[in-house]
């Protein structure tokens, strides 16, 4: 048997790549001259490490692009003559080289990399999307409940982590394992998952507009079910359908993925849940596990695209709220939850400020006398406090002069601005907290 060196398998196995290394220069070329007007895809060639993973990615989608370019020979070819023979071995019969060497039947195995990636490519994003449907439809019952649903739900966890994944790829993929309804069993529970969450986000979007939300879960029923069907029972007819080799491998991926989607669901709703703001709207009676649920994918989404860094999240009921506050002489307002405004316009931002009203009341209960009533005064809608009732000007001199209270002085001295009940500080220990000056009506 005659074998390449080993430059030469290299120097062949880059030429073979060839519409791939020129598809990434081309697109590398283009997001660094146009990378300013790209938004988040442009931010990726601003670092190192973004262009690294960008590059891998792109490497493997465009080598399934051009598999049948980049392969060398067909991957389901036989070569009887090289069978378990090592890298660059070439054929005595033919006179082809075998990049990557043959298995054991005799098939090159650098054209079933290259035309493996187009499997990979389809499986590994399609399970990965159900996992993920698995661990947030799980992850957020056990964190937001607790008890005994978090303790079976963990537990279930835990065991799958435990247990040696690639064990359970072998046992999927054997002959007497495949042949069961194992695979289609665990198949069915699976796709159960994403429709319940498609169809939970679409009731959480859209549960006040029946004129939308009858259609939308009517689609997501019919063609969700059609999926369903076509994938674990694969009947004759017009269905989508996996081979069974296939189907076992996405069980293994989505069974093996799911546990750890899960745990990180689950520790996310567990520190939401146990925020003062959840308390405050437990107390006002809101709808907590819808807003909760909106809040947690509010907040999963800021973080993903760096709008909410996780040192940067405050612990004061009215500034989770999303409203504004203004100092005594500050010219622009202050908005909470770090400035964005689209915290008001979410769930969470409902959510917040049902408990900025409940909080605000409870720390006015007792510092205001009898007669304040609440009031929306100043162009932005400001919260503020006034007192209907005219306040009696102070003796100018004399014996009857007696020093007034700061808080009179100030609000004397300035006629324009008047003093909002303190808010509490609560989990910061600072009890009812300094007063905070807004504008008058």
């Not at 669901?265 to 807003?291: E, F, P």
């Amino acid at each position: 048997m005659q074998f390449l060196s080993a430059g030469q398998i290299v120097a062949q196995a880059l030429a073979q790549f060839w519409p791939v290394w020129l598809c990434l220069a081309a697109i590398f070329g283009a997001g660094l001259a146009f990378r300013g007007r790209l938004g988040l895809f442009g931010r990726l060639f601003h670092s190192g490490v973004g262009m690294a993973g960008l590059g891998l990615v792109l490497f493997w989608a465009l080598t399934a692009v051009f598999a049948d370019v980049v392969a060398v020979h067909d991957p389901l070819a036989q070569f009887g003559a090289v069978k378990r023979q090592g890298p660059g071995v070439i054929d005595p019969v033919s006179g082809a080289a075998f990049l990557f060497g043959a298995d054991n039947l005799g098939r090159d195995l650098f054209s079933r990399v290259a035309h493996g990636a187009q499997f990979v490519l389809i499986i590994a994003p399609a399970a990965t999307l159900v996992a993920y449907a698995i661990g947030v439809a799980l992850g957020l019952p056990a964190g937001y409940f607790g008890g005994r649903i978090d303790a079976a739900l963990s537990f279930l966890a835990n065991l799958v982590l435990a247990f040696p994944v690639i064990l359970l790829f072998y046992l999927l993929v054997t002959p007497g394992v495949r042949e069961t309804a194992i695979p289609n069993a665990m198949a069915g529970v699976f796709f159960l998952f994403p429709l319940l969450v498609a169809g939970g986000a679409i009731w959480l979007r859209y549960a006040g507009r029946r004129a939308v939300l009858i259609p939308a879960m009517a689609a997501v029923i019919g063609v969700g079910g059609w999926l369903y069907v076509g994938l674990v029972f694969a009947p004759p007819g017009p269905f989508v359908t996996l081979a069974p080799n296939v189907l076992n491998i996405f069980a293994a991926v989505v069974f093996a993925s799911s546990p750890g989607v899960f745990r990180i669901v689950r520790g996310l709703t567990m520190d939401i849940r146990t925020r003062d703001y959840i308390a405050a709207a437990q107390t006002r009676g809101t709808r907590l596990v819808c807003d909760a649920v909106g809040d947690i994918a509010q907040r999963a989404r800021a973080a993903d695209r760096g709008w909410l860094p996780a040192h940067r999240l405050h612990h004061h009921p009215a500034r989770h709220a999303g409203v504004f506050r203004a100092g005594a002489g500050a010219g622009k307002p202050r908005l909470g939850l770090d400035d964005q405004p689209d915290a008001r316009l979410h769930p969470a931002g409902r959510l917040h400020r049902a408990a900025a009203d409940a909080g605000a009341g409870v720390a006015g209960a007792g510092a205001e006398p009898a007669g304040r009533r609440p009031a929306r005064t100043g162009a932005a809608g400001l919260s503020g406090w006034t007192d209907p009732s005219p306040r009696p000007s102070p003796p100018k001199g004399g014996e009857g002069a007696q020093a007034a209270p700061p808080a009179r002085r100030d609000a004397a001295a300035a006629p324009s601005a008047t003093l909002a009940p303190p808010l509490a500080h609560a989990g910061e220990g600072r009890g009812e907290g300094a007063p905070v000056r807004r504008p008058a009506a």
